[in-house]
């Protein structure tokens, strides 16, 4: 049974990262927010500051009843959320596995540490102590860093580039992506990739005007095999026309729909010169693919995966999701299995988020069984693949992901995708190019400007010549990079 809560705040503007804290051990809730104090009729979570050093958090919840006051003048933000976490835990019994961390980032968390001097094992201690991380996360965070940060760029002119191409054969039911299926969306196609082309070309002229390298290029979407292999052919070859890859460490293009991969276009990846493909399954059970929308089967992703390896794909990842609606701990174990039998090169197990999954959600929080049921699927990730030669590599969180869980990256050694990492570190600036592309500069102390591209296929096309103004902004974005370089 769902229920109505309240946040109810008196005294301090801690309201965010109070709420951050009440959404740990209830995902997916909306609050109602009563800034004003005032405690309504339903289940409440009251925090206040009062005579400016006395915290006080009062749990109304499900019948129950916990009150705490605490004095302190110092870190009030940290020191009132330490308390309400610590409270949740005591009435929930519920132990976030990343404790109080909030953020969607934790190996960044660490490599920040250890740049400004602390070492690994100080950085570590610090998320134990500081955020209550269990032993087991921070272990993957540390794993994460250490193969990351030989890794990452050293010098600002390394870029990655992201291209968007935002169609699928169907939608996903769990998609949160800007995606549009082929049957709405077909015909948007030809006038799409045209402007495609052409953003392609200035973003190229922008590269040489500023000295930049292409370090990484990723073609995500969306599934980009989705749309016919004359017009993929088209989209790489301006690609190896207008920028230079000659320096490019890595080249990836989401095969992602096994029934989007033919011979033909996989011919056309390959003699593009791209050095990874995703081939991405999701699960292996053809029920499960059945109820999340998909129309092929376990067999397709298995010999759509045979296929690029038959012709000459040595880099190829496949992506997993845990919590998936209808699946079961032993149908995701078959799925591990299988899938690790074809060796691909990298793993990715995503966990489900908690609002794709209103279902599944209302089962996990009331009753507390499926979430233990995708903790084991993830645990059984965690301790089958390095057994099999993957290694964790990245990870991030995403809000309201089932049992507060992470989506890891797994690789045989050598074959971690730069660009994920890269994009998870947010130290490298990233040229975004396509229908709802962000665009990254990054400058020296850290500071990131954004440029969004329109959202939807449709907006792209008809406001073309604004999206064209944005590459202005671009400009001046990167030239005060120069400046704020060159000055330091
Ligand atoms: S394949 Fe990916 S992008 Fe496409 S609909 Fe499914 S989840 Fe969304």
Redesign the pocket.
Known sequence: MKRDYALVFRGHRFCYEVQAVAKLFFPGERFLLCEDGTVPDCDYILTEIRDGSILRVRLHLQGKEMEREHISRNEQEYALCRMLFDMLVTMTGYQPPWGMLTGIRPVRKLVQAVDRGMTMEEAVADLRERYLVSEEKLHLARQCALVQMPMLPHSPKEIGVYVSI???????S????V?H?METAARLIPAYVEKLVDEIRVTGEIIREYGLRVHSLYVG???PT?IPAKALQCVLAALSQEMDLSGCREYTVEA??PDTIDREKLAVIRDAGVSRISV?P?TLQDSVLQA???RHTAQQAIEAFCLAREMGFDDINMDLIAGLPTDTYEGFADTLARVMSLCPDSITVHTLTVKRAAALYQKAYHENTAIAEVERMTALSASALPVHGYQPYYLYRQKNTLGNLENVGYAKSGKENLYNILIMDETQTILGVGCAASTKVVCPDGDITRIMNYKFPYEYIDRFVQMMEKKQELRKRLADMETRYAEK
Not at 174 to 177: E, P, R
């Open positions: 935002p169609f699928c054969p169907t939608r996903c769990y998609c949160s992506f995606s299926s979407g969306g599934t989705a992602g729909r991405n999701q999340i929308g998909r």
